[in-house]
């Protein structure tokens, strides 16, 4: 059984930073495409960034120069790192694992807030 436990979201400034991480067990992590993506209310959920397990990555335009990807292999974890943060970056953001050998098998992570704020 595979788990994505999150954590780090919370409520930050515009222009802060938040630093978010998902651990991944039950399975093995370079198996793993791994992702972050965001919904806010309203919105469909949308991707945010990925990153393979040979570190490549990938980024929407409305985050690219500000927020990083990065995954421990050692450890099953990926973090994001956010910022210059907007306030359109409010919103639940979701850790994603997607199989890279049977790429229908997908996992969602529970969601952590997110809130940009004055």
């Known amino acids: 059984q595979i788990q994505l436990v999150e954590s780090g979201g919370g409520l930050v400034q515009p222009g802060g930073s938040l630093t978010l991480s998902c651990t991944l067990s039950g399975n093995i992590f370079s198996t793993y495409i791994m992702g972050w993506y965001r919904q806010s209310p309203g919105n469909q959920r949308e991707l945010v960034a990925t990153i393979q397990f040979t570190k490549a990555t990938n980024y929407a335009d409305s985050v690219k120069g500000r927020f990083t990807i990065s995954r421990d292999n050692a450890r099953s974890t990926v973090s994001l790192q956010m910022n210059s943060l907007e306030l359109e970056d409010t919103a639940v953001y979701y850790c994603?694992?997607?199989?890279?050998?049977?790429?229908?098998?997908?996992?969602w992570g529970q969601g952590t807030q997110v809130t940009v704020s004055t």
């Open positions: 994603h694992a997607r199989n890279r050998y049977i790429t229908s098998r997908e996992y």
